[in-house]
């Protein structure tokens, strides 16, 4: 069975997001700071840009990632990606309802799930036919992990501070949770830190 992560750029003060929805412009500039092309599963629209080692980080992320379950947050913040995730893969929206104006026919498969996380990782998995399954970012992750459903957090750390804005874990409900000592990736403007939960094969 594969794993079942969560991964987000975040700031050096915990911070996914700025002040009223800002920062993403330094957040994410890793993602253009470097010479080597990593293409999405749509290059046209997302092609990074980035230091070797970010660039094996990536191709490793994605080699594996077989489906990905996000809240309606994130959702309607990208206007669904309109219809094609830059994952290519499954996409499984924890959700009350569907969006009325939502079409049936995507590049990228989503599947609208109304019974909780715990249902959308289950339909996920299955999706995955055991490659990795990504969470969140936002709620979806500290719902995750109060279902003791999450094997890793994978975190960019960006050198920047935001002083507020959204945090990676909200809500988190069940702690302390402990992790293993991080696998390190340092690139250009960002560290890729892995984080593995205490007694996760």
């Keep these: 069975m594969g794993t079942v992560f969560a991964q987000a750029s975040v700031s050096l003060d915990g911070?996914?997001?700025?002040?009223?929805?800002?920062?993403?412009d330094r957040l994410f500039a890793w993602c253009a700071g470097g010479d080597?092309?990593?293409?999405?599963?749509?290059?046209?629209?997302?092609?990074?840009?980035?230091?070797a080692a970010t660039a094996g980080y990536l191709r490793e992320l994605t080699a594996?990632?077989?489906a990905c379950v996000v809240g309606r947050r994130q959702f309607d913040l990208t206007g669904g990606w309109g219809?094609?995730?830059?994952?290519?893969?499954?996409?499984?929206?924890?959700?009350h309802h569907r969006p009325a104006d939502w079409p049936r026919d995507t590049a990228t498969p989503f599947t609208f799930v109304?019974?909780?996380?715990?249902?959308?990782?289950?339909?996920?998995?299955r999706a995955a036919r055991g490659g990795d399954v990504g969470v969140g970012p936002g709620s979806t992750v500290a719902q995750a992990l109060d279902a003791d459903l999450l094997d890793e957090i994978r975190l960019d750390l960006v050198p920047v501070l935001l002083g507020g804005g959204l945090r990676m874990l909200?809500?988190?409900?069940?702690?302390?949770?402990g992790f293993g000592t991080p696998r390190v990736i340092a690139g250009d403007g960002v560290t890729h830190l892995?984080?593995?939960?205490?007694?996760?094969?």
């Design 15 to 24: 911070f996914i997001a700025g002040p009223g929805g800002t920062g993403f």
């Design 36 to 51: 080597v092309e990593t293409p999405s599963a749509d290059p046209d629209r997302l092609t990074y840009r980035t230091s």
């Design 64 to 66: 594996s990632t077989r």
């Design 83 to 95: 219809g094609r995730h830059p994952m290519g893969v499954p996409v499984f929206v924890v959700t």
């Design 114 to 125: 109304h019974d909780g996380v715990e249902s959308a990782i289950e339909q996920a998995r």
């Design 170 to 177: 909200d809500g988190l409900g069940t702690a302390p949770v």
């Design 194 to 201: 892995v984080y593995r939960r205490d007694g996760r094969a």
